[in-house]
């Protein structure tokens, strides 16, 4: 295998990829009858499948190349970062083990509680993670049984076509069917709608933001929303502050702060603050603080509006956003933050970019009210650090997010570097939280009548 031979591949015609299509009903058409197919293969076959996948996207070359060719279609995020996310997705992912079936024993016979397949599934993938998010979802999908039709971000439609095709052709190596996962090449709203009414399709997944969520709750399916969310972090006077300091840094620069997971502001108990900015700076956190440079920082990073981030700075390396408001990098500089207040668009607004805003807050209760205030209702991702666990445990209870990360960084709550398994779905909208292979499945009951 060469990366550059498949690179070729994705600059040939449609025809020539493995599952891609140029038009949905062909997607589906395949995806279709390959279910069909795939209905028929053992169980060791689904699992050898999902192992194909794994080993496809977790090799070294192929892991760097989606990589760097998601930075380079995207414009946006953090080479190094992506491949650590891809790879966790291709290995970390929960696969067929995930099904693990119920039973019930008694006089009056045996019922078993199982999993079934939907179907063909729909699954609408974001730019901000566009391979983790097909690579998790075939895994997870295809081990509950279905098959699936992606329709990419359009900004990410060339290296979403070379990973299905490289996913389908290693699984057909290992004795698929073909076109168990299945791409719409030219992603539009019509391609979208077409899909989402699409009689073969049984489920729809959207990963992305509200407008995409909504359309899928709204389809009349069974639909999965993985929304947007605005994770704020709450710091309080018993936390460890260097270390919480050093876990901040890092999850929210993660990736740029692109993942939907990562702290979106700080909100620090005031007792604290002065030594809590000192260990921001110590780790790569550059304070502004002059009144000149927070307006060009604002005045380049939020659109004409003032409410909304300006697209072309999501995801931008925090040292490429400062040059370009004119202001000069610190040489290690990876997150930019300044002292504001909770009306600032850059606290109330989701904008993806590693520019996160700290709140001062009067105590810990004020600190907790405001992030279940920001986080919008969300349900997504909220952050905390504390050594006083009745504190941990009250946040957790009033801001009812899907995933609370104590004492770490964002990025532990989807499983890097965290216990659990890994997953770019995250269902907050719908309620199946973290999704895996069982969320991808019907309940069906099966009773045995002994009599
Ligand atoms: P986006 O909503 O712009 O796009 C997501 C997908 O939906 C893309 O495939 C896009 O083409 C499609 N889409 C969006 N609006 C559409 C429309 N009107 N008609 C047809 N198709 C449409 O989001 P994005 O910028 O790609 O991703 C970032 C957003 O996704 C952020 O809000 C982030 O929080 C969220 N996100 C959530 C999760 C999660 O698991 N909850 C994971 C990743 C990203």
Known sequence: MTITAERRVTEASVEDLAGVFNDVNGAVGAARRAFVAFSECSMAQRRAFVDAVREAASQQDRLEYMASAAV?????????????????????????????????????????????????????????????????????????????????????????????????????????????????????????????????????????????????????????????????VVVDETANIAKAAADIVQGASFDNNLPCTAEKEMIVVAEVLPEFMAELQA???????????????RSLLLDPSGTKPATAWVGQDAQKILRAAGITPEQDTRLITMVTDPLDPFVQVEMLMPVVPVVPATDYLAAIDLAVEVEHGNRHTAIMHSQDVSRLDLMARRIQTTIFVKNGPSFAGIGINGEGFVTFTIAGPTGEGLTSARSFARRRRCVLDPH
Request: net charge negative.
């Open 283 to 297: 780790n790569g956190a550059q304070v502004i603080s002059d009144r000149d440079d927070l307006a060009k920082l």
């Open 72 to 232: 380079e279609e995207t414009a946006m995020g953090n080479a190094d970062h992506k491949v650590l996310k891809n790879l966790y997705a291709a290995t970390r992912t929960p696969g067929v083990e995930d099904l693990v079936m119920e039973a019930r024993q008694g006089d009056d016979g045996l019922t078993t509680l199982e999993y079934a397949p939907y179907g063909v599934i729909g699954a609408i993938t974001p730019t901000t993670n566009p391979t983790e998010t097909i690579i998790c979802n075939t895994i997870g999908m295809l081990s509950a049984g279905n098959t699936v039709v992606f329709s990419p971000h359009p900004r990410a439609r060339h290296l979403s076509a070379w990973l299905v095709d490289v996913l389908n052709r290693a699984m057909m190596a290992a004795g698929a069917p073909a076109n168990l996962i299945t791409l719409v090449a030219n992603p539009t709203p019509e391609t979208t709608t077409q899909l989402l009414n699409h009689p073969d399709i049984a489920m729809l997944v959207a990963t992305g933001g509200p407008q995409i969520v909504n359309m899928v709750l709204s389809s009349g399916k069974k639909a999965i929303g993985a929304g947007s969310g605005n994770p704020p």
